[in-house]
T-cell receptor, first 114, second 112 residues
């Protein structure tokens, strides 16, 4: 199993500002993913964080709005840029390795933009 | 994009009753997973069923998979108040790396 520390757990931010969310894993993992969960909705994949290279974004998500870093195999950050109230969501990181039968999730960051 | 739909969207039952949740998906799969989420927090893996399996059990959980109908069901038997949570099915879009596409989810409320 993998233990994931995600910070902050929650934040209230002013529109137009940016927030960086950190995801730290207790072991090296191949894959790290970022998801968004809008209020009352399911999880939507934002991007795959690639170690040492640019993240791979899903349709509807762009690097300028959600820049992602992954400097090593245990750490990643997601920044939500130029926030608006529509960005109010829970953001979750997830990790896995090939052949694993499950993904492991952080506890999420509950973001409210006012 | 989300893989498919789940029904019901919300389910309210009494302790001791069984809860059945259904999930549909759109593409071919190698496996299908079910996850649980308590109060908008992190997800916990419950069970995985492979595409060549039709039924799988784990404790009070029973999962079925019908690949011809592209559907799965999760049955929780003898439910408890502690089972109150949201339940999601998910399929792997990455061929083994657990890049997951989630269904819409079912919010289960179990009343004492």
């Amino acid at each position: 199993s993998a233990v994931i520390s995600q910070k902050p757990s929650r934040d209230i931010c002013q529109r137009g500002t940016s927030l960086t969310i950190q995801c730290q894993v207790d072991s090296q993992v191949t894959m790290m993913f970022w998801y968004r969960q809008q209020p009352g909705q399911s999880l939507t994949l934002i991007a795959t964080a690639n170690q040492g290279s640019e993240a791979t974004y899903e349709s509807g998500f762009v690097i300028d709005k959600f820049p992602i870093s992954r400097p090593n195999l245990t750490f990643s950050t997601l920044t939500v840029s130029n926030m608006s109230p529509e960005d109010s969501s829970i953001y979750l990181c997830s990790v896995s390795d090939r052949g694993r039968t499950e993904a492991f999730f952080g506890q999420g960051t509950r973001l409210t933009v006012v | 994009s989300q893989q498919g739909e789940e029904d019901p969207q919300a389910l309210s039952i009494q302790e001791g009753e069984n809860a059945t949740m259904n999930c549909s998906y759109k593409t071919s799969i190698n496996n299908l997973q079910w996850y649980r989420q308590n109060s908008g927090r992190g997800l916990v893996h419950l069970i995985l069923i492979r595409s060549n399996e039709r039924e799988k059990h784990s404790g009070r959980l029973r999962v079925t998979l019908d690949t011809s109908k592209k559907s799965s069901s999760l049955l929780i038997t003898a439910s408890r108040a502690a089972d109150t949570a949201s339940y999601f099915c998910a399929t792997d879009a990455s061929g083994g790396y657990n890049k997951l596409i989630f269904g819409a989810g079912t919010r289960l409320a179990v009343h004492p």
